[in-house]
């Protein structure tokens, strides 16, 4: 059974990195596609970027130059990176596994991220 537990900081100061990890459980992150998701409060979900079996990234465009995902094969783990951070990236954060870059079939309980001094 798969199963995706996002952590980290849920309080984060203006102009700091954001930073998430997702540990997935129940298979290995050399497979799929791993993604992360947000969804800021009263807005709709937003796709921010994925990390491929392969370790090859992409990302969203409007936040591609703050965002950078990473991978640790050995703890099965992914990490997002969420630069130069606003009170705009107040959200619930995502992670999410599928079988290609546009599917989303496992995803995360979601963990709250405010970003406020």
């Known amino acids: 059974q798969v199963q995706l537990q996002e952590s980290g900081p849920g309080l984060v100061k203006p102009s700091q990195t954001l930073s998430l990890t997702c540990t997935v459980s129940?298979?290995?992150?050399?497979?799929?596609?791993y993604h992360w998701i947000r969804q800021p409060p009263g807005k709709g979900l937003e796709w921010m970027g994925a990390?491929?079996?392969?370790?090859?990234?992409y990302y969203g465009p409007a936040l591609k130059s703050r965002t950078s995902i990473s991978r640790d094969t050995s703890k099965n783990q992914f990490t997002l990176q969420l630069s130069s951070v606003t009170s705009e990236d107040t959200a619930v954060y995502y992670c999410?596994?599928?079988?290609?870059?546009?599917?989303?079939?496992?995803w995360g309980q979601g963990t709250q991220v405010t970003v406020s001094s």
């Open positions: 129940g298979g290995s992150i050399t497979t799929d596609y």
């Open positions: 999410a596994r599928g079988p290609a870059w546009t599917t989303f079939a496992y």
């Open positions: 990390i491929g079996y392969s370790g090859n990234t």
